[in-house]
């Protein structure tokens, strides 16, 4: 599986007409991550379609091919014969993970109990994120970390000879940390428990179950859930259907709601309750998002959605709905520019340490392209302009710096659609880590970018 390398390559987007079209959006990245993940290590065949075919994600299937998995992809079907639960091989290398988060943490919990070393290095953007988060737990099973100040990249990892189950209340809502915990319980003997205050997108513990993982789940009256995996068990290679991304979703769903005359069907978008927080929000803000067809499809809720272009109005967003929307508050924010009144959004500290400092790299792009906005801390105030006057680039050579994040790349580039003036960002090479088919479908429903 290929690594693409990333060079710094400008973008441009400008006012356009009424975008129109029906679509199919790209695999889920969340869920792609884990299929390669688990199916990589149970016995047997595991057969995947809808991949998300990013770099992000082709990261994590070249991490378990170095671990003895085989990959080969036949027609649009991705073909797995992992190695059989306890049995992952040491890399002979170390492992590049790129700008890809999800897939560091999650192989970080899944290699870590294992009686040898293996060390893990990612691009300047992820070298540059915290992962104490999962690294903390890993320690408590006996794991020997060695890593840089702050516990960032590269890091070696040294599993014990005798892991040993833990009880973990995970610190912070995480659905990373979450299934770090888990998968490195997969290969420990005894009970692995994860305790989560708040709840968070549960895809791991639904394909765990799926792939033959011993797994139950309680909620408590206040939400809380307590899950516990039986670990050393065996899994049993699997048929996977990725459903559509929300996260990407989201871009071309907004750009419809901005852009006037807009009319965009998105077909087989993965509908999670846990991943839904961003369409609730913008119907509060006034959007005509209409949820065709809801069905189920391989455990997961999936449904088409039919966007028209809104008059949005601003309200607040409450901390508790961040889980559920974590990777698009960007997006959300361009759509903030553009409703009437303020759009309040609580509860982002989680953005801090994103591929880039998300919070701070969104309020300066919103500055930059005359968007009235604060900063807080852990919140982001939006004043919008319904008509998008005078919004877009404020100076002739403003551009907004990406900082290697993929998210504010899109994100901004769907703000030049309807602002009076365009948007230029700095690099949309990033968009290939979660996107890759980014450019092609927003031009092919009509929307004016051009890569430099």
């Not at 390669?36 to 299937?61: C, F, H, Q």
């Not at 979450?178 to 997969?186: E, H, I, Y």
């Not at 769903?253 to 993965?270: F, Q, Y």
């Not at 846990?274 to 449904?303: C, F, K, N, W, Y």
Request: proline share 6%; net charge negative.
């Amino acid at each position: 599986m290929g690594q693409a390398a990333t060079s710094l390559r400008p973008a441009r987007s400008a006012k356009s007409g009424a975008l129109r079209g029906d679509i199919r959006i790209p695999g889920d990245k969340s869920i792609s991550h884990r299929a390669l993940l688990l199916g990589g290590l149970a016995a047997g065949e595991t057969r995947i379609s809808g991949l998300l075919e990013g770099d992000d994600v082709m990261r994590t299937g070249a991490a378990m091919q170095a671990m003895g998995a085989t990959i080969r992809k036949q027609g649009d079907i991705w073909i797995i014969n992992g190695v059989g639960n306890g049995c992952l091989l040491e890399p002979e290398t170390a492992l590049d993970f790129g700008n890809s988060g999800t897939g560091c943490r999650l192989a970080m919990g899944l290699v870590g109990p294992y009686d040898f070393t293996t060390t893990f290095t990612g691009d300047a953007s992820l070298s540059g994120r915290p992962m104490q988060r999962v690294l903390d737990p890993l320690r408590l099973m006996g794991v020997q970390v060695t890593a840089r100040p702050g516990d960032r990249l590269p890091v070696t990892l040294r599993g014990p000879r005798a892991p040993g189950p833990i009880s973990y209340r995970v610190p912070m809502a995480s659905a990373q940390v979450k299934s770090a915990v888990l998968f490195a319980g997969l290969n420990v003997p005894g009970t692995t428990t994860v305790i989560e205050p708040v709840p968070t997108r549960d895809h791991t513990e639904r394909m765990l179950k799926g792939f033959g993982a011993e797994l139950e789940v309680e909620t408590a009256a206040d939400g809380a859930r307590t899950i516990r995996l039986q670990g050393r068990g065996r899994l049993e290679g699997q048929t996977v259907d990725v459903p559509g991304d929300p996260s990407s979703t989201a871009f071309p769903l907004v750009a419809a709601l901005i852009v006037p005359g807009s009319d965009l069907t998105l077909r087989n978008v993965l509908m999670n309750p846990a991943r839904t927080g961003l369409i609730l929000t913008l119907q509060e803000m006034g959007a005509d998002i209409e949820i065709l067809d809801p069905r189920h499809s391989g455990g997961e809720d999936v449904a088409d959605l039919r966007v028209r272009a809104s008059e949005l109005t601003g309200v607040t967003v409450p901390a508790g709905r961040a889980p559920s929307m974590i990777d698009e508050y960007p997006v959300l924010a361009i759509a903030a520019g553009f409703a009437k009144g303020e759009t309040v959004m609580l509860g982002l500290e989680e953005l801090r340490v994103k591929e880039s400092d998300r919070l701070a790299a969104v309020a300066s792009g919103l500055a930059l392209n005359g968007v009235d906005c604060t900063e807080g801390c852990d919140w982001l105030s939006v004043r919008g302009r319904p008509d998008g006057k005078g919004l877009g680039a404020i100076a002739r050579d403003a551009v907004v710096v990406t900082s290697l994040d993929h998210r504010i790349a899109m994100s901004f580039l769907v703000m030049g659609l309807a602002s009076e003036n365009p948007v230029m960002v700095d690099d949309c090479s990033i968009i290939a880590t979660s996107f890759p088919e980014f450019m092609a479908i927003m031009a092919g429903i009509g929307a004016e970018i051009t890569g430099q």
